[in-house]
Protein backbone atom coordinates (compact mmCIF):
# COMPACT_ATOMS: atom_id res chain seq x y z
CA UNK A 1 0.00 0.00 0.00
CA UNK A 2 1.06 3.18 -0.80
CA UNK A 3 1.43 6.10 2.16
CA UNK A 4 1.79 9.90 2.22
CA UNK A 5 3.53 11.83 4.77
CA UNK A 6 2.92 15.58 5.09
CA UNK A 7 5.01 16.05 8.24
CA UNK A 8 3.78 19.57 8.71
CA UNK A 9 0.52 19.81 10.46
CA UNK A 10 0.54 23.80 10.51
CA UNK A 11 2.47 26.25 8.85
CA UNK A 12 3.04 30.17 8.52
CA UNK A 13 4.23 32.67 6.34
CA UNK A 14 4.01 36.48 5.87
CA UNK A 15 2.65 37.94 2.85
CA UNK A 16 4.75 37.81 -0.26
CA UNK A 17 7.25 35.75 1.25
CA UNK A 18 7.74 32.06 0.12
CA UNK A 19 6.85 29.17 1.84
CA UNK A 20 7.64 25.03 1.32
CA UNK A 21 5.52 22.41 2.50
CA UNK A 22 7.05 18.87 2.28
CA UNK A 23 5.28 15.84 1.54
CA UNK A 24 6.96 12.24 1.61
CA UNK A 25 5.82 9.25 -0.23
CA UNK A 26 6.19 5.23 -0.09
CA UNK A 27 5.88 2.96 -2.85
CA UNK A 28 7.52 0.41 -4.90
CA UNK A 29 5.46 1.63 -8.59
CA UNK A 30 7.82 3.34 -10.81
CA UNK A 31 4.75 5.11 -12.83
CA UNK A 32 2.81 7.11 -10.63
CA UNK A 33 1.55 10.75 -10.22
CA UNK A 34 1.31 13.05 -7.91
CA UNK A 35 -0.69 16.22 -6.59
CA UNK A 36 -1.16 18.96 -4.34
CA UNK A 37 -4.71 19.96 -3.62
CA UNK A 38 -6.38 23.37 -1.97
CA UNK A 39 -9.11 23.27 0.80
CA UNK A 40 -9.93 27.03 1.74
CA UNK A 41 -11.75 27.03 4.51
CA UNK A 42 -15.32 25.39 4.38
CA UNK A 43 -14.88 25.40 0.62
CA UNK A 44 -14.04 22.31 -2.34
CA UNK A 45 -10.70 21.07 -2.99
CA UNK A 46 -8.79 22.61 -5.96
CA UNK A 47 -6.55 20.94 -8.01
CA UNK A 48 -3.23 23.23 -7.40
CA UNK A 49 -0.06 21.21 -9.24
CA UNK A 50 0.52 17.65 -10.90
CA UNK A 51 3.47 15.92 -11.68
CA UNK A 52 3.88 12.65 -13.72
CA UNK A 53 6.76 10.56 -12.24
CA UNK A 54 8.38 9.94 -15.40
CA UNK A 55 8.95 13.61 -15.74
CA UNK A 56 12.17 14.63 -14.19
CA UNK A 57 11.24 18.62 -15.17
CA UNK A 58 9.61 19.58 -12.12
CA UNK A 59 5.49 21.02 -12.39
CA UNK A 60 5.12 24.87 -12.53
CA UNK A 61 2.04 26.40 -12.29
CA UNK A 62 2.31 30.37 -11.97
CA UNK A 63 3.71 30.95 -8.08
CA UNK A 64 3.39 27.20 -7.27
CA UNK A 65 6.03 25.32 -8.05
CA UNK A 66 7.69 21.53 -7.03
CA UNK A 67 10.60 19.87 -6.15
CA UNK A 68 10.46 16.19 -7.52
CA UNK A 69 13.17 14.36 -5.86
CA UNK A 70 12.28 10.41 -7.27
CA UNK A 71 14.48 9.09 -5.25
CA UNK A 72 13.96 10.44 -2.28
CA UNK A 73 10.43 9.79 -2.76
CA UNK A 74 9.71 13.59 -2.05
CA UNK A 75 7.52 16.22 -3.64
CA UNK A 76 7.51 19.96 -1.89
CA UNK A 77 5.44 22.38 -2.79
CA UNK A 78 7.03 25.86 -2.67
CA UNK A 79 4.39 28.71 -2.58
CA UNK A 80 6.15 32.20 -3.79
CA UNK A 81 4.89 35.66 -3.54
CA UNK A 82 2.37 34.02 -1.04
CA UNK A 83 -0.91 36.39 -0.80
CA UNK A 84 -3.92 35.95 1.79
CA UNK A 85 -5.95 33.84 -0.24
CA UNK A 86 -3.26 31.29 0.00
CA UNK A 87 -4.67 30.52 3.29
CA UNK A 88 -5.69 26.83 3.32
CA UNK A 89 -5.25 23.31 4.22
CA UNK A 90 -2.96 21.94 1.51
CA UNK A 91 -2.88 17.88 0.99
CA UNK A 92 -0.53 15.82 -1.23
CA UNK A 93 -1.92 13.15 -2.93
CA UNK A 94 -0.70 10.21 -4.82
CA UNK A 95 -2.06 7.94 -7.78
CA UNK A 96 -0.79 4.34 -8.88
CA UNK A 97 -2.61 4.02 -12.41
CA UNK A 98 -1.95 0.15 -11.99
CA UNK A 99 -3.81 -0.07 -9.60
CA UNK A 100 -7.02 2.08 -10.23
CA UNK A 101 -7.08 5.69 -10.09
CA UNK A 102 -7.87 6.64 -6.26
CA UNK A 103 -6.16 8.94 -4.68
CA UNK A 104 -4.32 8.52 -1.35
CA UNK A 105 -4.22 11.40 0.32
CA UNK A 106 -1.85 12.79 3.32
CA UNK A 107 -3.24 14.30 6.62
CA UNK A 108 -2.54 17.78 5.33
CA UNK A 109 -0.96 20.94 6.17
CA UNK A 110 -2.91 24.20 7.20
CA UNK A 111 -0.82 27.00 5.95
CA UNK A 112 -1.81 30.42 7.05
CA UNK A 113 -0.43 33.71 5.45
CA UNK A 114 -0.18 36.82 7.54
CA UNK A 115 -0.51 40.46 6.75
CA UNK B 1 -11.63 21.91 -15.11
CA UNK B 2 -15.18 20.51 -14.42
CA UNK B 3 -17.90 22.23 -13.50
CA UNK B 4 -19.45 19.74 -10.64
CA UNK B 5 -22.07 20.59 -8.45
CA UNK B 6 -23.57 18.39 -4.97
CA UNK B 7 -26.65 18.61 -3.51
CA UNK B 8 -27.59 19.05 -0.81
CA UNK B 9 -24.72 21.24 0.35
CA UNK B 10 -25.30 20.49 3.93
CA UNK B 11 -27.37 17.97 5.85
CA UNK B 12 -28.40 17.62 9.29
CA UNK B 13 -30.29 14.02 9.91
CA UNK B 14 -31.35 12.16 12.42
CA UNK B 15 -29.80 8.38 13.37
CA UNK B 16 -31.21 5.63 11.56
CA UNK B 17 -32.22 7.43 8.24
CA UNK B 18 -30.43 7.76 5.25
CA UNK B 19 -29.69 10.39 2.80
CA UNK B 20 -28.78 10.38 -0.64
CA UNK B 21 -26.47 12.75 -2.15
CA UNK B 22 -26.28 13.87 -5.89
CA UNK B 23 -23.34 14.65 -7.86
CA UNK B 24 -23.75 16.80 -11.32
CA UNK B 25 -20.93 17.33 -14.32
CA UNK B 26 -21.18 19.81 -17.12
CA UNK B 27 -20.12 16.97 -19.44
CA UNK B 28 -19.46 13.84 -20.08
CA UNK B 29 -17.09 12.17 -17.80
CA UNK B 30 -15.77 8.03 -17.73
CA UNK B 31 -15.36 7.65 -14.10
CA UNK B 32 -16.73 9.56 -11.24
CA UNK B 33 -15.16 8.99 -7.33
CA UNK B 34 -16.84 9.37 -3.95
CA UNK B 35 -14.81 10.26 -0.97
CA UNK B 36 -15.54 10.82 2.60
CA UNK B 37 -13.39 13.39 4.85
CA UNK B 38 -14.47 13.12 8.42
CA UNK B 39 -13.79 16.19 10.84
CA UNK B 40 -10.49 17.27 10.82
CA UNK B 41 -8.93 14.48 9.05
CA UNK B 42 -8.23 13.87 5.19
CA UNK B 43 -9.93 12.12 2.17
CA UNK B 44 -10.38 8.88 2.01
CA UNK B 45 -11.92 7.02 -1.02
CA UNK B 46 -15.03 5.09 -0.62
CA UNK B 47 -16.00 3.86 -4.26
CA UNK B 48 -15.71 4.53 -8.01
CA UNK B 49 -18.76 4.88 -9.81
CA UNK B 50 -18.97 3.00 -13.30
CA UNK B 51 -21.56 3.77 -16.22
CA UNK B 52 -23.02 0.68 -16.76
CA UNK B 53 -21.15 -1.58 -13.97
CA UNK B 54 -21.25 -1.91 -10.43
CA UNK B 55 -19.17 0.37 -8.04
CA UNK B 56 -16.16 -0.92 -6.78
CA UNK B 57 -15.96 -0.24 -3.08
CA UNK B 58 -12.67 0.57 -0.89
CA UNK B 59 -11.47 -1.73 1.79
CA UNK B 60 -13.67 -0.70 4.71
CA UNK B 61 -16.50 0.37 2.68
CA UNK B 62 -19.75 -1.68 1.79
CA UNK B 63 -22.81 -1.26 -0.52
CA UNK B 64 -25.16 -1.80 2.04
CA UNK B 65 -24.31 1.23 3.76
CA UNK B 66 -23.39 3.29 0.74
CA UNK B 67 -25.34 2.56 -2.49
CA UNK B 68 -23.95 3.93 -5.06
CA UNK B 69 -26.00 4.75 -8.78
CA UNK B 70 -24.23 6.15 -11.97
CA UNK B 71 -27.30 6.26 -14.65
CA UNK B 72 -25.30 8.32 -17.28
CA UNK B 73 -21.91 9.64 -17.81
CA UNK B 74 -23.29 13.44 -16.47
CA UNK B 75 -24.46 12.34 -12.59
CA UNK B 76 -24.23 10.01 -9.61
CA UNK B 77 -25.94 9.40 -6.64
CA UNK B 78 -24.54 8.57 -2.98
CA UNK B 79 -26.25 6.97 -0.27
CA UNK B 80 -25.33 6.91 3.14
CA UNK B 81 -27.38 4.29 4.76
CA UNK B 82 -28.42 3.45 8.61
CA UNK B 83 -27.01 6.94 9.79
CA UNK B 84 -25.31 7.21 12.59
CA UNK B 85 -23.18 10.16 14.75
CA UNK B 86 -20.16 8.66 13.25
CA UNK B 87 -20.95 8.99 9.62
CA UNK B 88 -20.77 12.69 10.08
CA UNK B 89 -18.14 13.82 7.55
CA UNK B 90 -17.66 16.05 3.96
CA UNK B 91 -18.66 13.50 1.29
CA UNK B 92 -17.24 14.63 -2.30
CA UNK B 93 -17.51 13.61 -5.47
CA UNK B 94 -14.40 13.57 -7.85
CA UNK B 95 -14.60 12.95 -11.39
CA UNK B 96 -11.52 13.08 -14.12
CA UNK B 97 -11.84 15.41 -17.01
CA UNK B 98 -10.31 15.65 -20.41
CA UNK B 99 -8.92 12.18 -20.72
CA UNK B 100 -6.44 12.90 -18.84
CA UNK B 101 -7.76 9.88 -16.12
CA UNK B 102 -5.26 10.40 -13.64
CA UNK B 103 -6.65 14.13 -12.70
CA UNK B 104 -9.39 14.29 -10.45
CA UNK B 105 -11.58 17.72 -9.60
CA UNK B 106 -13.68 17.67 -7.11
CA UNK B 107 -17.24 18.95 -6.01
CA UNK B 108 -17.75 21.24 -3.13
CA UNK B 109 -18.78 18.47 -0.91
CA UNK B 110 -22.07 17.65 0.98
CA UNK B 111 -21.33 18.61 4.80
CA UNK B 112 -23.43 16.05 6.74
CA UNK B 113 -24.36 15.97 10.51
CA UNK B 114 -26.18 13.43 12.01
CA UNK B 115 -27.17 13.50 15.39
Known amino acids: AQTVTQSQPEMSVQEAETVTLSCTYDTSENNYYLFWYKQPPSRQMILVIR??????QNATENRFSVNFQKAAKSFSLKISDSQLGDTAMYFCAFMNTNSGYALNFGKGTSLLVTP | SAVISQKPSRDICQRGTSLTIQCQVD?????MFWYRQQPGQSLTLIAT?????????ESGFVIDKFPISRPNLTFSTLTVSNMSPEDSSIYLC????????????FGPGTRLLVL
Open chain 2, 49 to 57: ANQGSEATY
Open chain 2, 27 to 31: SQVTM
Open chain 1, 51 to 56: QEAYKQ
Open chain 2, 94 to 105: SVERGGLMETQY
